[in-house]
């Protein structure tokens, strides 16, 4: 991406939620590079944790046909909304401390199995 209006560090950001979002990261070690000049081994996890949700929530309102809010509605919460590290930080390792060592084998009567 080329935008006089972002910094390297910007661009790499973008540059790895694109191919992280597209699953190409695998394929482009010149993209991993790229962005290992600019973020730690920490920053590429949240990198890509926030891509993943994002594209996760795009998914689900798209499937759902959820319209998404106009900017009016958005610029009502803008200032309220912001993700606490600390809280987050608990629930990783909540969730990883309970983490199964094996996930049970799909229902072979399950729809779609």
Known sequence: MESPELSPRERAAVLWAEHFTKNTVRDRPDVFDEVRKHFSDA??????????????????????????????????????????????????????????????EPDSTAPGV
């Open 43 to 104: 920053e590429m996890v949240e990198l890509s944790l926030m891509s993943g949700k994002q594209g996760m929530m795009n998914r689900f309102m798209d499937s759902f046909q959820i319209p998404i809010e106009g900017e009016e509605e958005v610029n009502k919460i803008r200032k309220s909304v912001r993700a606490d590290p600390d809280k987050m930080k608990v629930y990783l390792e909540t969730l990883t401390a309970n983490w199964p060592e094996r996930f049970p």
